[in-house]
């Protein structure tokens, strides 16, 4: 993982644990108040909410857990790795496309970071420039041809 991916997944466990579990604990609370707890619909859900809260801490927080920072100046240039940016042509579309390969709990395609464990990442771990990589995705198999690599 990144500094910059672990320092943003230690931001958004803190927020989660110190705003977001009060808000629960407020709406648990608010519910509670409007009386018999076996048929409130809303107090029903709010326990629901805060199950699905905590179940997201814990799992953020195992991510930390067995997260290495990843150093970027030990990192081979000539082949792709984590952290790598990696320009491709995608033949199918004869589109350029640029990715920087990722952790999966870093991945935002919108951000052109690409999971290393997604079928299109996988494919192109390892690889080097001018190979072409065939990546079997849900919509089907894709080649694409490595076209630069930069840390």
């Not at 466990?13 to 619909?41: F, M, P, W």
């Not at 997604?118 to 990546?135: F, H, T, Y």
């Amino acid at each position: 993982m990144s500094k910059e991916g672990m320092e943003k997944l230690q931001e958004e466990v803190k927020y989660l644990k110190t705003v977001k579990r009060q808000e629960a604990a407020k709406a648990i609370a608010e519910a509670r108040e409007k009386g018999d707890l076996s048929e409130n619909a809303e107090y029903h859900a709010a326990k629901e909410e805060q199950g699905y809260l905590e179940a997201k801490i814990s799992e953020m927080e195992a991510k930390l857990a067995n997260a290495r920072i990843v150093d970027e100046s030990k990192m081979d240039a000539s082949k792709v790795g984590i952290l790598s940016n990696v320009e491709v042509m995608n033949k199918k579309m004869n589109k350029k496309m640029t990715f920087t390969l990722v952790s999966e709990a870093e991945a935002n395609l919108k951000e052109g970071k690409l999971s290393s464990l997604s079928p299109i990442g996988k494919a192109l771990m390892g690889g080097v420039v001018g190979d072409v990589v065939k990546a079997h995705t849900p919509g089907g198999e894709m080649e694409f041809e490595i076209l630069n690599i930069s840390i």
